[in-house]
C-alpha cells in the first residue's frame, strides 16, 4: 500500500482541456484504460522522453510529431500495454490507434500523441482500442481529470493527481497533472507518464524551458528501482486560455507560472516514489557538502539503488554500514571518508568519518521505523546539495514484479 499517500479529493480543470476514458480490455477487461485527452486549438506542447536505446513506438511517434509545425490537437493513453519491442508493427499500430482518434476529434493524426504503459514486447489490440476511441470521445469532460488519473494506471495502487492556482498579472492561472509510476522507476528523463497541463499563454519557448526545469527537480529526482522504462513520457500543454499576451522566459508572470508546473511536478514525483511496487517507507535522501550538484546526485542515487540499503530500511533495520558502503561505492574521485557525515533524519550516526559518540542504536531504529524519514549526506568537500525520492523494498516488490506478466 502506497505510503501516506491518499487519492486526490479533486482536481481542477484546466481551460481548453477536456479528457475522457474507455474500456478496451487492452490487458484484462473490466476496467478503463484507454484515455483522450482533447486540447484546445492553439495550444503549445512540450515533452521530454526516455533515454533508454528500446525507446517505445509511441515515444518515437511523440518525438517525430513534436518536431513537426502541425499543433498538437490530443493525447491518447492505453494501460496494460507499452507496445515496445515490437518493431515497425508497432508504429503501425500507435499510427492506427492516432488516426481513430484525429477521426473522431477533427484533426490530423499527425496532430495526436501517443503513450502506452504496461508490457513489453507484445502487440498492441488495435481493433479494440479503436473500437473504444469513440466512446472515450463521447465521455470527454473538463472537470475529468481524476477518471484520467486512473485509467492510466497500471500496478499503481493510488491514481496521482496536483492541482495549483496561481495569481499573474493577467488573472488567476491553474496547473492540474496525473501522473503514473510504480516500477521501472529511474531517473533519465522523467520516469514514468505524466501529463501537466495549464490554461497560462506561455509561449512554445516557455513550456519547453518551464518543462525541463520542473522536471530536472521532480522526475529526474526519484527512483524505486533504477531500471529506466522504455516509454517514459512526460508532457505539459499550455492551452492559452488566460491572458492576453504571451509569456515568454523572460516575463515578469513566467516565474511564479514555472512553480506552479514545478510544484505540481514535485507532488506527482513523490507520489511516485510513496507508491513504489510494494513500498512501506518513503525515503528522502540529501546529499550536501559536494564539488557540485551532479556529484552530490551521484552519491544520492549510489544509497536510493541500493538493495542492501532499501532491505533494511524495509526490516527497520539502522543498519549505517550499509549506508557508508553505498556512499564510498559511488565513484567520488578523491572523497576523504573523514569528513563524512551520515544521519537519519536528526540522528547523527557518523561525524567526520566516526561514529558519533551519543549514537544508539536505539535511536536510529526509532527512525527508520516511521513511514517516511531522511537519510542525509555531507561529503565535506564543498557547498553543492541534491534531494532524491526513494522508497524501500519490501516482499512485495519482489512477488508484485514476479507475477506481473500472469
Not at 515497425?88 to 500523441?113: F, I, K, S, W, Y
Not at 507532488?267 to 510513496?274: D, M, S
Not at 527497520?316 to 563524512?340: Q, T
Not at 533524519?345 to 551519543?358: K, M, R, S, T
Amino acid at each position: 500500500m502506497a505510503v501516506n499517500l491518499k487519492p486526490p479529493e479533486s482536481l481542477l480543470p484546466v481551460p481548453g482541456v477536456r479528457l475522457g476514458a474507455a474500456e478496451a480490455a487492452i490487458k484484462k477487461p473490466g476496467r478503463k484504460d484507454l484515455l483522450l485527452i482533447e486540447l484546445a486549438p492553439g495550444s503549445r506542447v512540450a515533452g521530454v522522453f526516455t533515454r533508454n536505446a528500446f525507446a517505445a513506438a509511441p515515444v518515437q511517434l511523440c518525438r517525430e510529431r513534436l518536431a513537426g509545425d502541425g499543433a498538437i490537437r490530443a493525447l491518447v493513453i492505453n494501460a496494460g500495454n507499452a507496445n515496445a519491442a515490437t518493431g515497425e508493427g508497432g508504429l503501425d499500430d500507435a499510427r492506427a490507434v492516432t488516426a481513430a482518434v484525429a477521426q473522431v476529434l477533427g484533426c490530423e493524426p499527425a496532430q495526436v500523441l501517443p503513450f502506452s504503459t504496461g508490457v513489453i514486447g507484445v502487440r498492441l489490440p488495435v481493433e479494440r482500442m479503436t473500437a473504444a476511441v469513440p466512446r472515450a470521445g463521447a465521455e470527454l469532460h473538463a472537470d475529468a481529470w481524476l477518471q484520467a488519473a486512473q485509467a492510466i494506471m497500471t500496478t499503481d495502487t493510488v491514481p496521482k493527481g496536483a492541482s495549483r492556482r496561481v495569481h499573474t498579472s493577467q488573472g488567476e492561472v491553474t496547473v492540474t497533472g496525473i501522473a503514473k509510476g510504480v516500477g521501472m522507476i529511474c531517473p533519465d528523463m522523467a520516469t514514468l507518464l505524466a501529463f501537466v497541463g495549464t490554461d497560462a499563454r506561455l509561449t512554445s519557448e516557455a513550456v519547453n524551458e518551464c518543462l525541463r526545469r520542473a522536471v530536472e527537480v521532480s522526475f529526474n529526482s526519484v527512483t524505486v528501482d533504477g531500471d529506466t522504462s522504455t516509454n517514459d513520457s512526460c508532457v505539459l500543454f499550455a492551452t492559452g486560455r488566460q491572458g492576453e499576451r504571451d509569456v515568454g522566459p523572460q516575463d515578469p508572470d513566467f516565474g511564479a507560472i514555472c512553480a506552479a508546473v514545478t510544484a505540481v511536478c514535485t507532488e506527482l514525483a513523490q507520489a511516485v516514489a510513496r507508491d513504489g511496487e510494494g513500498a512501506t517507507r518513503f525515503i528522502t535522501v540529501e546529499v550536501g557538502g559536494a564539488h557540485s550538484v551532479a556529484e552530490a546526485r551521484q552519491v544520492a542515487y549510489s544509497i536510493a539503488h541500493s538493495p542492501l540499503v532499501k532491505t533494511a530500511m524495509f526490516a527497520g533495520d539502522a543498519n549505517w554500514g550499509r549506508i557508508i558502503m553505498a556512499v564510498g561505492k559511488a565513484g567520488v574521485e578523491g572523497l576523504d571518508p573523514r569528513r563524512v557525515s551520515v544521519a537519519l533524519d536528526e540522528v547523527q550516526l557518523i561525524e567526520n568519518g566516526e561514529p558519533h559518540p551519543a549514537y544508539r542504536e536505539e535511536l536510529g531504529a526509532a527512525v527508520v521505523a516511521k513511514p517516511e524519514f531522511s537519510i542525509r549526506v555531507s561529503l565535506g568537500r564543498g557547498a553543492a546539495h541534491a534531494r532524491v525520492w526513494t522508497c524501500d523494498f519490501s516482499y512485495d516488490y519482489v512477488r508484485i514484479n514476479a507475477e506481473y506478466r500472469s
